[in-house]
């Protein structure tokens, strides 16, 4: 079978990291399970012994009815499907938390990301591969070269821990890149920083949308008053001429409180 490299097709063949994989997991025999892009089940396989159900969510349909042949009459079930389309709730056990995991399809890293903190709600872990470069950015902290909208978003909703980094070696075919692995307890922030999500996230989105603009310059690109703009940075002791690259999810969330009642 031709891999398709549009796919993300880039298959693990590193036992121990597969094995490495599902311990960063936790005990999941109690547990719903859902694997994004299982492929040729490298830790599909070892899911499928230690899980109470394991979710296999593949978009490729001749991957998909090569697993269904494989896992039939297991507590496996296989979804055709893409991922991003997937209702995670609704694969829920009771009102028991799903883990997902999955050596992601890196062409829509993001993307998955956000599908998950969609579902926030349903989710408490995820153990996800991804380029090494994106996880230096998930895993980034204020003011360091990589923090950015990516870091900022991931860290309102989780608590990110990078485990392990694999070299192009470990898959077959060969990545270009170099994977990491990385774990997200989810464990949303909204309540604490005093802020609502729909609103705090297109701000953030708004702080974040030219690199290298000053925060001033990317709030007036908003549409926000310079008046308004000066005595919320005030208010929250920030200084106007900071990108938000460098400021810390609790000064964002400070700016952004004083903002909304200017
Ligand atoms: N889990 C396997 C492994 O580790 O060897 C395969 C990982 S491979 C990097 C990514 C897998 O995701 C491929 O099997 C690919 O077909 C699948 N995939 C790509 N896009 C997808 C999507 N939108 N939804 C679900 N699966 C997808």
Do not use: W
Request: a neutral charge; hydrophobic letters at 45%; one cysteine or more.
């Amino acid at each position: 079978m031709p891999q398709k490299a549009k796919l993300g097709q880039n298959f693990l063949v590193d036992h121990s990291a597969r094995v490495r994989i599902v311990e960063a997991l936790g005990d999941i025999s109690e547990k719903n399970v859902v694997e994004i892009g299982p492929g040729k089940a490298a830790i599909t396989e070892i899911l499928a012994q230690k899980a109470r159900k394991l979710i296999a969510v593949e978009l490729d349909s001749e991957l998909a009815r090569n697993l269904e042949q494989h896992f039939a009459g297991t507590k496996v079930e296989v979804m055709e499907q893409d991922i991003l389309t997937v209702d995670l709730a609704s694969l829920r056990h009771g009102e028991e938390k799903l883990l997902i995991v999955g050596n992601l399809p890196y062409y829509i890293t993001s993307d998955i990301l956000l599908h998950i903190f969609r579902y926030h709600d349903a989710v408490s872990r995820a153990v996800v591969m991804m380029q090494r470069e994106v996880a230096d950015r998930v895993a980034a902290i204020p003011g360091s070269r990589d923090y950015g909208l990516l870091s900022a978003t991931t860290q309102l909703y989780a608590r990110v821990e990078k485990l392990m980094t694999l070299p192009p070696g470990a898959f077959s075919p060969p990545p270009q890149v170099h994977s990491s692995v990385i774990r997200l307890t989810l464990s949303p922030r909204f309540e604490e920083l005093g802020v609502d999500a729909d609103g705090f996230i297109v701000f953030l989105r708004s702080c974040f949308a030219q690199k290298r603009k000053t925060l001033l310059n990317n709030l007036r690109a908003a549409g926000f008053a310079q008046p308004s703009i000066a005595q919320a940075a005030d208010a929250a002791a920030i200084s106007l001429q900071t990108r938000a690259e460098a400021l810390p999810l609790e000064a964002m969330a400070a700016l952004y409180r004083v903002l909304k009642t200017a």
